[in-house]
């Protein structure tokens, strides 16, 4: 079992930064990985991030150059830092921790409760 609790969302103007933190009971073994994921209104569920246990990142192609996701294993912590945020990053962000399928795709089944992102224009 995993743990995960989210902090850090809030609302800025566009073109502000926020970094969101994702406290972790444990961290994923090898072959595992943590992602942040968001869901805005009336929309599905998107990847945005995800980080590999051996340190290799992915990132959705609306956030590269953006966004960058770290972890620091001595803290079991997350941490998503946002840059130039623009009105539609507007979402609930989530953490989630899972492990890579044969595709080396990222499967979660572990999810925090979700921490609000609100970017004005």
């Known amino acids: 079992q995993v743990q995960l609790v989210e902090s850090g969302g809030g609302s800025v103007q566009a073109g502000g930064s926020l970094r969101l933190s994702c406290a972790a009971s444990?961290?994923?073994?090898?072959?595992?990985?943590m992602g942040w994921l968001r869901q805005a209104p009336g929309e599905e569920r998107e990847g945005v991030a995800d980080?590999?246990?051996?340190?290799?990142?992915n990132y959705a192609d609306s956030v590269k150059g953006r966004f960058i996701i770290s972890k620091d294993t001595a803290k079991n912590t997350l941490y998503l830092q946002m840059n130039s945020l623009k009105p539609e990053d507007t979402a609930m962000y989530y953490c989630?921790?899972?492990?890579?399928?044969?595709?080396?795709?990222?499967?979660?089944?572990?999810w925090g409760q979700g921490t609000q992102v609100t970017v004005s224009s």
């Open positions: 980080i590999e246990s051996h340190g290799d990142t």
């Open positions: 444990r961290f994923p073994q090898r072959g595992g990985c």
């Open positions: 989630a921790a899972g492990y890579l399928d044969y595709d080396d795709l990222p499967v979660y089944n572990y």
